[in-house]
């Protein structure tokens, strides 16, 4: 999936969220507010990782070789972390060679979050609700 295609993706997926969350939320409280509905849109998963193929594999390749530096980059650090945990548990002691057939399979999984940072998922929110709005 090139990177492009990934970023609309994850856009539309947020937005998604967003409304499902929305509406669950103002079903039990017509009055909630905003900011409630975006931090717990925030804590959803995601429905795959939003990264390339190649991507992935050589984020694995780090983790498993210890060689990644994750400095300041904890969502990074945590989604590469869980891809390689995946990876193992596909394919054990196989950590030479990283597969790009079982790597594109763990990518389209669900993910346990978005991985962004609080300020950039309100900043991917807020530009795909000002395209809707027009």
Same mark, same amino acid.
């Given at each position: 999936?090139?990177?492009? =295609? ?65 400095? =300041? ?62």
């Amino acid at each position: 999936m090139a990177k492009r =295609e990934s970023s609309y993706e994850r856009r539309r997926d947020i937005l998604e969220a967003f409304n499902l969350t929305l509406r669950r939320m103002a079903s039990a409280n017509p009055d909630v507010l905003i900011g409630d509905v975006i931090s717990e849109t925030y804590k959803s998963c995601a429905p795959r990782f939003y990264l390339t193929i190649g991507s992935a594999q050589r984020g694995i390749k780090s983790v498993l070789n210890g060689t990644y530096s994750f400095v =300041e980059k904890p969502m990074t650090e945590a989604m590469y972390k869980e891809l390689a945990k995946r990876y193992v548990s596909i394919v054990p002691g196989e950590t030479d060679r990283i597969r790009s057939d079982v790597v594109r399979v763990i990518i389209e999984q669900p993910a346990p979050s978005f991985y962004l940072t609080r300020r950039s998922f309100r900043k991917i929110l807020y530009q795909a609700l000002n395209e809707i709005r027009g």
